[in-house]
């Protein structure tokens, strides 16, 4: 008989997958029955199918909401307005974790949360998508800054027409409210790249103010 305690000392991490519990399990006659009964004794919560992290009672350390974004569906990595709370870009503490990926729009609602995916056209898809290490166990796919800003603007600002520096300034400022030093810190030469390639012009504008102010 596994117990709770030892099933969690088995695995690596948090996040679990069905292979992981069939071979933990793999005495058990039905390891299906004994998964459906960790499952209603909450020793384990299911994310989606196939995809599972520990309950409060055995998890040894704090789930990574990022790495679940990557397990749930891909490809896909961490963008927009969570990515950009991740690198400090916005102020506010983001809920819902909104992922870019290159095949159709998903959205999942799980017990730890929304997770909402977005489609990009695969040509405009792999530049700007880099590997980081929350941990020494946790590699997450992540937009960098300059990529996660343009594919907010690219997917969720299409309403607006930033045909100013005013009113470019008026959306980084004071809606999404980046710092200025922030914004000082972006790699010009990767967001002119990702402007060629989205071929936006909100993008395009932010593109130009940019450069300028490299100047």
């Given amino acids: 008989m596994v117990t709770g305690v030892q099933l969690r000392r088995m695995a690596v991490n948090e996040e679990i997958d069905y292979l992981f519990l069939k071979n933990a399990l793999k005495d058990y006659i039905s390891p299906r029955s004994k998964i459906t009964s960790l499952l209603k004794q909450k020793t384990i919560l299911r994310i989606k199918k196939g995809l599972y992290i520990f ?4 998890a040894l350390h704090p789930y990574v909401k990022e790495s679940l974004a990557n397990l749930i569906y891909g490809p896909s990595y961490v963008s927009l307005e969570y990515a950009l709370a ?3 870009f916005i102020p506010e503490r983001v809920e819902i974790l909104t992922s870019v990926t290159n095949k159709k729009d998903k959205r999942f609602s799980t017990p730890v949360g929304m997770f909402t995916y977005r489609y990009l056209h695969p040509k405009k898809y792999p530049i700007g998508v880099t590997q980081i ?5 946790h590699p997450i796919l ?5 990529k996660a800003l343009a594919d907010k603007m690219l997917l969720e600002t299409s309403h607006l027409n930033l045909t100013t520096e005013k009113e470019l300034k008026t959306f980084l ?6 710092p200025l030093h922030k914004i000082k810190e972006l790699d010009v030469r990767l967001f002119n790249q990702i402007a060629e390639l989205y071929q936006n012009k909100n993008i395009s504008r932010l593109n130009q103010f940019l450069k300028k102010r490299k100047k």
């Avoid at 992540?142 to 300059?146: D, H, K």
């Fill in 55 to 58: 309950g409060k009672e055995y």
């Fill in 133 to 137: 290490f929350y941990d020494a166990t």
């Fill in 142 to 146: 992540i937009a960098t800054p300059e």
């Fill in 173 to 178: 400022f004071d809606d999404l409210r980046v």
């Fill in 86 to 88: 991740f690198y400090g």
